[in-house]
């Protein structure tokens, strides 16, 4: 057990509909970091929030965005859904801001698009 | 593009023996590398890093190496065990960048 936590495990829904998938990190951590891993593909890095800022930003598309809340806690919402982004998504965390950390990833959300 | 490949989309070793898992990538702006493991279900799990600075990196059983001039880095397994048994990832970045690219997993099994 990593100590991050991702709700919901699996969820399903139609395309057009916007989703929120939402993360808490370990304790003390101030860093979350989403993931996209579709069939066949590696994780794809989507973006980096450090202690309610965004620090880094990777292949996320427009229709997607992410916050971090002040309880550190973040959520990425998906909007406009196609099939294509039916995927796992993976958050993780670290204490520090760096790339170069080292992240603990959650379960991840594994998203059906349908 | 792929700027970290993982060629190997699978690798099947007897254990006790070595287990090399390799990664190529093709930025040389890149000076620090990991690398991941995933059992099914589960998500990855931090195995080992490497700076630019070194060529070598040990941790227990888990030896990464790497080679700045090929711009390849390997993950050596000695001795593999079952439960080594998963997917890894590399993944590459730096400390002065936004850019964290992983490769696509190699997937490791491991029979007696």
């Known amino acids: 057990d990593s100590g991050v936590t991702q709700t919901p495990k699996h969820l399903i829904t139609a395309t057009g509909q916007r989703v929120t998938l939402r993360c808490s990190p370990r304790?003390?951590?101030?860093?979350v970091y989403w993931y996209q891993q579709s069939l066949d593909q590696g994780l794809q890095f989507l973006i980096q929030?450090?202690?309610?800022?965004?620090?880094a930003k990777g292949n996320i598309l427009e229709r997607f965005s992410a916050q971090q809340f002040p309880d550190l806690h973040s959520e990425l919402n998906l909007s406009s859904l196609e099939l294509g982004d039916s995927a796992l998504y993976f958050c993780?965390?670290?204490?520090?801001?760096?790339?170069?950390?080292?992240?603990?990833f959650g379960p991840g959300t594994r998203l059906t698009v349908l | 593009d792929q700027q970290v490949k993982q060629n190997s989309p699978s690798l099947s070793v007897q254990e006790g023996r070595i287990s090399i898992l390799n990664c190529d990538y093709t930025?040389?702006?890149?000076?620090?590398f990991l690398w991941y493991k995933k059992y099914p279900a589960e998500g990855p799990t931090f195995l080992i890093s490497i700076s630019s600075i070194k060529d070598k990196n040990e941790d227990g059983r888990f030896t990464v190496f790497l080679n700045k001039s090929a711009k390849h880095l390997s993950l050596h397994i000695v001795p593999s065990q079952p439960g080594d048994s998963a997917v890894y990832f590399c993944?590459?970045?730096?400390?002065?960048?936004?850019?964290?690219?992983f490769g696509t997993g190699t997937r490791l099994q491991v029979f007696p």
């Open positions: 929030y450090y202690n309610g800022e965004e620090r």
């Open positions: 993944a590459t970045t730096s400390y002065n960048t936004d850019k964290l690219i």
């Open positions: 993780a965390s670290s204490p520090g801001e760096g790339l170069t950390d080292t992240q603990y």
């Open positions: 930025n040389s702006m890149f000076d620090y």
């Open positions: 304790s003390g951590d101030l860093s």
